[in-house]
């Protein structure tokens, strides 16, 4: 037991050493629905780094319920190309942050027939609404902040329950460290889209940032009580956990992640490392194993993977 634990220790600050690294880079994370809001699995998701000097594209694809996350992004502009046969490809633009995760929400993708025959039915008609919210969108894109803010604020007051603009409202708070006006518009969009797991990892960060770690735990378990089989929640839920140290609370909440969510190396990686924090290492082992044999594209998270089962595997038997 006291070889355990021992190992277990140098374990755990090869894992929290290894966290401090990876911080440098960013996640997106959002989920491909169709026109009627039905998720749409093993969707192509390619992201491509725009500009610089650096090459970077990344693909992933969508899991049975439509969710995606790519982690490990440098920070910049990323050209988004969504696709699935016998849809209209989507192309679009992301801002990944470091140390951050670029909610894209539900990316809708149209029926190619339906998409032709609107197209020839509208001509080149534009959706006014639509291109009024692009149009804060890109305000927001080009860290234009207090333009972006005026321009959701114009777009919500003839659209009021338009949950991802409450949203991107929310997001613009965040960049401006405006804490409580991000608070109002995240819990505005959950309220519209209380099913939506994105404003609620969105809710947390802010919480995180505005040093209310109470609330933020008050908030989660409310939601994964309500929603038990929303994987985000419930992952966000075990990450609050694991910061208050109460890593047995932090492992019941990722087993339901990894329930809601089997695609989801990350959700793996984590249960392998929470294990490790309860010293017991056959399941550190266990979750690290099924971890990597899932090609996981963290390659920080991966490496620590490999040497955390190098280092327990002698101990464990």
Known sequence: MKARSILAGAALALALSASSAWAQYGTVRGKVVDDQGKPIPDAEIVLELQGGEMQKTAKVKSGKKGDFTQVGLPRGIYKVTVSKEGFAPLVGKEQVQTSDTTEMGDVKLIPAAKAQAQAVAAGTAKNPTQA????????????KFDEAEAAFKAFLTKNPNHAMAHHNLGWVYTQKQDWTNAEAEFKKSIELEPSSPDSYGALINVYQKA??????????????????DNGMVQYNLAVTYINAQKNAEALAALEKAAAAMPDNAEVQ?????TALNLNNIPETIKHL?????????????????KDLIAALKPAAK
Request: proline share 6%; hydrophobic share 40%; no cysteine.
């Open 132 to 143: 009024e919210l692009n149009a804060a969108v890109q305000l927001a894109n080009d860290k």
């Open 211 to 228: 040093g209310k770690p109470a609330e933020a735990a008050e908030f989660l378990t409310k939601a994964a009580a309500a929603q038990p």
């Open 269 to 273: 990686y984590l249960m392998g490392t």
């Open 289 to 305: 194993e099924k971890y990597l044999s899932m090609a996981p594209s963290n390659a920080q998270n991966t490496q620590n993977a």
